[in-house]
């Protein structure tokens, strides 16, 4: 692999995908880790309130701390908002681990999540410093191959050592994870170029957000995440349920849901040499259109069903659209951020506050209707799918995605 080269140094893409891939699996830490353990945690504070918030406040506290690490990032570099964004992650898993009630687990989940937003929401920026056009989108989607590693294991590690030790040693091992991000952080250094440093004061700030809007194929693209995240989050949130409620197979869940990872690996690996070879929006755009086009073909038979399908004709349709999905998101990341250059961390974090905390709402809508049936899980993926679809289309009038080779 050649080199990239940021504000300082010489490093080797292999070094950029890997750390990368590492900061991904913390943001994934935090959510996934914790799945397995919902009924030990309920148990544990004799609660009957829904567990499920627990991955709701840490979802929130990455979306609002995304109005915070952008400006900051872009004023004093990706490396000092990394390393806070890192210490708060460990402050936030210690005080989960240690929390005596659920109403402060809450509390601290919150905080966990407000630390992770550096570390997910930067990932992007710092790809973008180094990279740009086609080549970016294809460092991303190898990223991601890797990051998926993360939702593959952790659930399983996850429901380990909660066989064999309280819940709370999830969090503390979480916490750990902190401190080897923090280090490796310390060790890849800085990408943001001096010259591309801005001032962190309100108008500027508000100039920076206005550019973002005002630039189509950034702010198409952002549209089209929010409802892409959506549909993404209605599996998210919904698989649990309806693997317990619909089919009866809790047991089989964190196992199925670590199979969901292993299938989209290989497709995202021959994508990377799909876009070298024909660019990052006609392959984001193939791979959107075909996940909407699955999505709404369910629709009809799911209704008919009487939205109880067999556990694996409704499995294995989840495993081709959130697959197809998982594919499109490098790329557009990439085209997003593409035309951004100095403001690719505000843009970076206008992109992940966007897409998690509206996609989040947008799931809410139809994660709360799941009940023995999987027709809101169905309709509500095909609905997101094809408007995200739309919003993608009408990116695509603004300015195209350079192609760039090695």
Same mark, same amino acid.
């Given at each position: 692999?050649?080199?990239?080269?940021?504000?300082?140094? =010489?490093?080797?893409?292999?070094?950029?995908? $890997?750390?990368?891939?590492?900061?991904?699996? #913390?943001?994934?830490? /935090?959510?996934?880790?914790? #799945?397995?353990?919902?009924?030990?945690?309920?148990?544990? *504070?004799?609660?009957?309130?829904?567990?499920?918030?627990?991955?709701?406040?840490?979802?929130?506290?990455?979306?609002?701390?995304? #109005?915070?690490?952008g400006p900051v990032a872009d004023r004093f570099g990706r490396k000092p908002a990394?390393?806070?964004?890192?210490?708060?992650?460990?402050?936030?898993?210690?005080?989960?681990?240690?929390?005596?009630?659920?109403?402060? #687990?809450?509390?601290?989940?919150?905080?966990?999540?407000?630390?992770? %937003?550096?570390? +997910? /929401?930067?990932?992007? +920026?710092?790809?973008?410093?180094?990279?740009?056009?086609?080549?970016?989108?294809?460092?991303?989607?190898?990223?991601?191959?890797?990051?998926?590693?993360? &939702?593959?294991?952790?659930?399983?590690? /996850?429901?380990?050592?909660?066989? $064999?030790? &309280?819940?709370? !040693?999830? *969090?503390?091992?979480?916490?750990?994870?902190?401190?080897?991000? @923090?280090?490796?952080?310390?060790?890849?250094?800085?990408?943001?170029?001096?010259?591309?440093?801005?001032?962190?004061?309100?108008?500027?700030?508000?100039?920076?957000?206005?550019? !973002?809007?005002?630039?189509?194929?950034?702010?198409?693209?952002?549209?089209?995440?929010? *409802?892409?995240?959506?549909?993404?989050?209605?599996?998210?949130?919904?698989?649990?349920?309806?693997?317990?409620?619909?089919?009866?197979? +809790?047991?089989? *869940?964190?196992?199925?849901?670590?199979?969901?990872?292993?299938?989209?690996?290989?497709?995202?690996?021959?994508?990377?040499?799909?876009?070298?070879?024909?660019?990052?929006?006609?392959?984001?755009?193939?791979?959107?259109?075909?996940?909407?086009?699955? %999505?709404? %073909?369910?629709?009809?038979?799911?209704?008919?069903?009487?939205?109880?399908?067999?556990?694996?004709?409704?499995? !294995?349709? !989840?495993?081709?659209? =959130?697959?197809?999905?998982t594919l499109a998101t490098p790329s557009i990341t990439a085209l997003a951020l593409?035309?951004?250059?100095?403001? %690719?961390?505000?843009?970076?974090?206008?992109?992940?506050?966007?897409?998690?905390?509206?996609? @989040?709402?947008? @799931?809410?809508?139809?994660?709360?209707? $799941?009940?023995?049936?999987?027709?809101?899980?169905?309709?509500?993926? @095909?609905?997101?799918?094809?408007?995200?679809?739309?919003?993608?289309?009408? +990116?695509?009038?603004?300015?195209?995605?350079?192609?760039?080779?090695?």
């Amino acid at each position: 692999m050649s080199d990239s080269r940021g504000g300082q140094g =010489t490093r080797s893409d292999r070094s950029v995908i $890997v750390y990368l891939s590492f900061l991904g699996v #913390l943001l994934a830490t /935090g959510i996934d880790i914790a #799945l397995p353990a919902f009924d030990a945690i309920e148990d544990g *504070f004799e609660s009957s309130s829904n567990v499920s918030l627990i991955i709701t406040l840490y979802v929130i506290g990455m979306a609002l701390g995304q #109005l915070i690490v952008g400006p900051v990032a872009d004023r004093f570099g990706r490396k000092p908002a990394v390393l806070g964004g890192l210490a708060l992650y460990a402050v936030g898993a210690i005080a989960s681990a240690l929390a005596p009630s659920f109403g402060l #687990l809450l509390i601290a989940r919150l905080v966990w999540g407000l630390g992770a %937003a550096a570390p +997910a /929401g930067l990932r992007s +920026a710092i790809t973008r410093d180094l990279y740009s056009g086609d080549k970016m989108a294809r460092i991303t989607t190898i990223m991601m191959a890797v990051f998926l590693l993360g &939702p593959i294991f952790v659930p399983l590690l /996850g429901d380990l050592m909660i066989r $064999v030790a &309280p819940w709370p !040693v999830i *969090f503390w091992f979480a916490a750990g994870l902190a401190v080897v991000g @923090a280090i490796w952080c310390v060790r890849f250094g800085e990408t943001l170029a001096e010259e591309n440093q801005r001032p962190l004061e309100p108008r500027q700030i508000w100039v920076g957000v206005k550019a !973002v809007v005002r630039t189509r194929v950034t702010f198409g693209h952002m549209l089209a995440n929010v *409802f892409l995240t959506g549909a993404f989050f209605i599996f998210l949130g919904s698989s649990q349920p309806v693997f317990d409620q619909v089919f009866d197979r +809790a047991s089989q *869940f964190a196992v199925f849901f670590a199979l969901a990872g292993v299938f989209t690996v290989p497709p995202l690996i021959l994508n990377n040499r799909l876009i070298k070879r024909y660019g990052a929006r006609r392959m984001s755009m193939l791979a959107c259109s075909a996940s909407a086009a699955i %999505a709404v %073909a369910a629709v009809v038979p799911t209704l008919v069903l009487d939205g109880r399908p067999s556990f694996w004709l409704w499995y !294995v349709w !989840v495993l081709f659209v =959130t697959s197809l999905l998982t594919l499109a998101t490098p790329s557009i990341t990439a085209l997003a951020l593409e035309p951004m250059g100095a403001l %690719a961390g505000t843009a970076s974090s206008l992109l992940f506050f966007s897409g998690f905390a509206f996609g @989040a709402v947008l @799931a809410a809508l139809f994660d709360r209707l $799941v009940d023995d049936t999987v027709t809101p899980f169905v309709v509500g993926f @095909a609905l997101y799918t094809s408007i995200g679809l739309m919003f993608m289309w009408w +990116a695509g009038g603004g300015a195209a995605l350079s192609s760039e080779s090695d």
